[in-house]
């Protein structure tokens, strides 16, 4: 599977932990950036994977920023894309269960990095139920045509 990834300064240490585990478990990563600690601006990086993973070219991303929160607003703001802020395995598991979310998103300063290692599991290896939560994917893309 290919999995674009990335982040601000916030989520920096984050991505590459998360990218090092993705690796080691045989993904595909693109790392599209930041690149350092140095202060960048969230919705760049969000613009970045987002647009990886609308058109099609990465299956999933996963974005980080020191909360998760400026990431997913910012990524949220693309067509197609249904990012979700997880914090934990249930929030996580959901996420994919439920809201069949495209990207993964979280937060550098509030998740370490065995609980992301343990997000990005049950995200990835949690399949989509369909059913009435497509339904409800259904008129959330209804809403993006509205804009
Ligand atoms: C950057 O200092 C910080 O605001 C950003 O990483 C993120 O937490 C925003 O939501």
Excluded at 66 to 86: D, F, H, P, W
Excluded at 93 to 120: F, Y
Excluded at 129 to 136: A, D, I, P, W, Y
């Amino acid at each position: 599977m290919k999995i674009a990834i990335g982040s601000d300064h916030g989520g920096f240490q984050l991505k590459e932990t998360v990218k090092a585990y993705l690796n080691e478990n045989g993904y595909d990563v693109e790392d599209l950036g930041c690149f350092s600690s140095e202060s960048v601006d969230y919705p760049d990086f969000a613009l970045k994977v987002a647009e990886k993973v609308a058109s099609g070219e990465f299956e999933k991303g996963i974005l980080m920023c020191g909360t998760g929160i400026g990431i997913s607003i910012s990524a949220n703001k693309v067509k197609g894309i249904r990012a979700a802020l997880c914090h934990d395995h249930l929030t996580a598991s959901l996420a994919a269960r439920h809201n069949n979310a495209n990207i993964l998103c979280m937060g550098g300063r509030t998740t370490g990095p065995e609980t992301a290692k343990d997000i990005v599991d049950a995200w990835l290896n949690t399949p989509f139920e369909g059913g009435r939560h497509s339904r409800r994917l259904a008129k959330i893309a209804e809403m993006e045509c509205k804009k």
